[in-house]
Every structure is written in C-alpha cells, then in structure tokens.
Nanobody, 125 residues
Framework: HVQLVESGGASVQAGGSLVLSCAVS????????MGWFRQGAGKEHEGVAT???????NYADPVKGRFTISKDNAKNTLYLHMNTLKPEDSAIYYC????????????????????WGQGTQVTVS
C-alpha cells in the first residue's frame, strides 16, 4: 500500500522561503514521475514541478527560477525548495506520483489518477 505524506507547509511573509517534503511509504513502480501540485482557494489543481525517474525536471512558468524539485531515492523523499515566495503561491501543496509525466502532467494534473498525498498548506502574506 503506497502512501505519500507531505510536510513543511507554513505561513510565511512574502519574499521568504520554505522547503516542502513528501515521504513515500510502500513501493512505487520505478518508472513513475513524481510531482508537486497546488490548489488555491476556489481554484483547480495547478501543476508546479515534476521530476522523472531519470531526474529530468519540469517547472510551471509561475515558479521557474524560484522553486526547485528534488528527490532522495535512499530516503524515499521528494522535496520542493521554494524561494522568493509571493502571495499568489498560497495554496494547498500536494505531492503526487503518476505514469503521466512532464509538461503534459503539469498542464493536466488529473488528481483522480495515480497516487496523491493529503496536502500541506502554504500561506504567503
């Protein structure tokens, strides 16, 4: 049974930084892509960043240059380093895994497919 558990969400001031973590328990297929998505109040799920099984990364335009996705395979943990945070970054951030990948997955998250965590709240004021 696979579980994804996010942590690290907090309330921060604009311009600040946060690191989100996603601990994966259980065994995911080795070919899946991992990603971070977010959902602002009253909005649809939005792609943030993905990282493939080969380490290839993709970022949504609003976060390019500010956010960095990484993973530690030995610790089964996915990370999202967020810098220069803006109020519009406020959202619930979800960790996910899927056979979908890259910009296609970012553009069309389909949260009812693959594996998703419960989310962690990030508030930027």
């Amino acid at each position: 049974h696979v579980q994804l558990v996010e942590s690290g969400g907090a309330s921060v001031q604009a311009g600040g930084s946060l690191v989100l973590s996603c601990a994966v328990s259980g065994t995911l297929p080795s070919s899946v892509c991992m990603g971070w998505f977010r959902q602002g109040a009253g909005k649809e799920h939005e792609g943030v960043a993905t990282i493939g099984s080969d380490g290839t990364t993709n970022y949504a335009d609003p976060v390019k240059g500010r956010f960095t996705i990484s993973k530690d395979n030995a610790k089964n943990t996915l990370y999202l380093h967020m810098n220069t945070l803006k109020p519009e970054d406020s959202a619930i951030y979800y960790c996910a895994a899927s056979f979908r990948y890259g910009y296609k997955w970012l553009a069309d998250p389909r949260p009812n497919t693959g594996w998703w965590g419960q989310g962690t709240q990030v508030t930027v004021s």
